[in-house]
C-alpha cells in the first residue's frame, strides 16, 4: 500500500474514532476543571458581522468592520482605547479565539483583532496565504487605521503572518508575542514528526473531500489537543465550525499548509536578519513547550521564553488569565 492511500486510510479513521481518544488524564482535568471552565465562561451573542455592529464582551465594546485590502475584504473586529495590540488567530479558530483576552487588553489599549485572509468573515480568494501576503494585508488594513507602531500578537498559522509582517517592518513592531508555533523553516528537530496534519493539510483536494459534511467532526479532533478539553466548549466548536462549513471556509484552511513550502522559502531570506525588537515566546506546557523559543532564538535578538503551565496548544482558551498577565507584564517593560 503506498504512502498516500494509508494517509488517507488514517485520516478516515481518525474522523470516525477521535472523539473517543481523549486519555484518561484529560478527561479527570476535564471533571476537576469543569465548573470553574464555565463559570469563566463569557457568554455573549455573535450576530452575522455587519459594518460598525457594535457588541460587548464582560461590559467592554466592540464593533465589526470591513476594509478593502490588498485585493480582498478583511473583516476585524476593534475596541478599546490606547496603544494599538494586534491580536492575529491561528486555524482552525477565527477572531472570536480572543473572546477572553480581548475584554482586558481594552481597558489599557486599542485591540484589533481581525479574520485573517480566507478566515471567519474575511474574503476567501483562490490564492495569497503565504506568509509575505498575508503580512501585506494586515499592513495595508493597520495603515487604513493610521496604526504605524503596534504591538503584534499571534498563535499557530497567525504567526507565519506576525513573522513576516515584523521581517518586513520592524519599525512597526513595538514588541512581538508568538503563541505556540514555531517558524516555518526553523523548527527544532523533532518538532513535526507528530504533526501528521501537515502533509494531509498540503495534499490537493483530498482534505476538502474527506471533510465535506463532517467538518463539525473533524475540526473538533484539534479543539481536543488541550490538557483541559472543555477550554473549548461546544457552543464555541458551533461558532469556528459556522465559519469554516461556510463555502471555500475549509479549503481556504487548507492552503495555509499548502503555503507553507512558499513561506519557507521567504523565511530563509527574512531570517538573514534577525528581528530587532523584543519578542515573548510561549509555548503550552503540554504542546509545543520551550520548541516556540527555540525556533524564535533562530531568528530574533532579543528573545524571552515563557512556558504556560496546564495548558496545550490553546492558550487564549485554555488560560486567558495567564496570558493576559504576561501580556501586560511585557508590554509594561
Known amino acids: 500500500m503506498n504512502n498516500f492511500a494509508t494517509l488517507t486510510i488514517l485520516t478516515v479513521m481518525i474522523l470516525a474514532v477521535a472523539p473517543a481518544v481523549l486519555n484518561l488524564q484529560q478527561l479527570s482535568i476535564a471533571q476537576e476543571q469543569r465548573q470553574q471552565s464555565l463559570s469563566n465562561q463569557t457568554t455573549f451573542d455573535i450576530e452575522k458581522p455587519v459594518e460598525d455592529l457594535s457588541f460587548q464582551i464582560d461590559n467592554m465594546t466592540f464593533s465589526h468592520h470591513t476594509a478593502s485590502v490588498n485585493g480582498i475584504q478583511l473583516h476585524y473586529v476593534m475596541g478599546g482605547k490606547g496603544d494599538p495590540v494586534v491580536l492575529l488567530h491561528g486555524w482552525p479558530e477565527t477572531w472570536y479565539e480572543w473572546r477572553h483576552v480581548m475584554p482586558a487588553l481594552a481597558k489599557n489599549y486599542t485591540v484589533v483583532a481581525p479574520d485573517l485572509?480566507?478566515?471567519?468573515?474575511?474574503?476567501?480568494?483562490?490564492?495569497?496565504?503565504?506568509?509575505?501576503?498575508?503580512?501585506?494585508?494586515?499592513?495595508?488594513?493597520?495603515?487604513?487605521?493610521?496604526?504605524?507602531?503596534?504591538?503584534?500578537?499571534?498563535?499557530?498559522?497567525?504567526?507565519?503572518?506576525?513573522?513576516?509582517?515584523?521581517?518586513?517592518?520592524?519599525?512597526?513592531?513595538?514588541?512581538?508575542?508568538?503563541?505556540?508555533?514555531?517558524?516555518?523553516?526553523?523548527?527544532?528537530?523533532?518538532?513535526?514528526?507528530?504533526?501528521?496534519?501537515?502533509?494531509?493539510?498540503?495534499?490537493?483536494?483530498?482534505?476538502?473531500?474527506?471533510?465535506?459534511?463532517?467538518?463539525?467532526?473533524?475540526?473538533?479532533?484539534?479543539?481536543?489537543?488541550?490538557?483541559?478539553?472543555?477550554?473549548?466548549?461546544?457552543?464555541?466548536?458551533?461558532?469556528?465550525?459556522?465559519?469554516?462549513?461556510?463555502?471555500?471556509?475549509?479549503?481556504?484552511?487548507?492552503?495555509?499548509?499548502?503555503?507553507?513550502?512558499?513561506?519557507?522559502?521567504?523565511?530563509?531570506?527574512?531570517?538573514?536578519?534577525?528581528?530587532?525588537?523584543?519578542?515573548?515566546?510561549?509555548?503550552?506546557?503540554?504542546?509545543?513547550?520551550?520548541?516556540?523559543?527555540?525556533?524564535?532564538?533562530?531568528?530574533?535578538?532579543?528573545?524571552?521564553?515563557?512556558?504556560?503551565?496546564?495548558s496545550g496548544h490553546w492558550i487564549p482558551d485554555e488560560r486567558p488569565d495567564f496570558l493576559i498577565k504576561e501580556l501586560a507584564k511585557f508590554f509594561s517593560e
Do not use: C
Not at 127 to 134: I, L, R
Not at 193 to 200: A, G
Not at 203 to 208: K, Q, R
Open 117 to 310: 485572509r480566507g478566515l471567519g468573515d474575511s474574503s476567501k480568494p483562490a490564492s495569497g496565504y503565504d506568509g509575505n501576503s498575508t503580512a501585506e494585508d494586515i499592513y495595508q488594513l493597520l495603515s487604513k487605521l493610521g496604526f504605524n507602531n503596534i504591538y503584534l500578537v499571534a498563535h499557530d498559522v497567525g504567526v507565519q503572518t506576525a513573522y513576516s509582517y515584523a521581517a518586513a517592518h520592524p519599525s512597526n513592531v513595538s514588541k512581538l508575542v508568538i503563541l505556540e508555533a514555531p517558524v516555518i523553516g526553523f523548527f527544532p528537530p523533532g518538532a513535526e514528526d507528530r504533526l501528521w496534519w501537515f502533509s494531509f493539510h498540503q495534499t490537493p483536494d483530498i482534505p476538502e473531500m474527506l471533510t465535506a459534511g463532517k467538518e463539525r467532526e473533524y475540526l473538533s479532533w484539534f479543539y481536543r489537543l488541550a490538557y483541559n478539553p472543555e477550554a473549548i466548549s461546544e457552543a464555541d466548536i458551533d461558532t469556528y465550525v459556522s465559519s469554516y462549513s461556510a463555502p471555500g471556509g475549509m479549503r481556504a484552511g487548507f492552503e495555509y499548509y499548502r503555503a507553507f513550502p512558499i513561506s519557507e522559502e521567504q523565511n530563509k531570506e527574512l531570517a538573514k536578519v534577525k528581528l530587532p525588537m523584543p519578542v515573548l515566546a510561549l509555548g503550552g506546557e503540554y504542546s509545543f513547550g520551550t520548541a516556540v523559543f527555540d525556533s524564535m532564538k533562530l531568528v530574533a535578538i532579543d528573545v524571552r521564553g515563557v512556558i504556560v503551565p496546564l
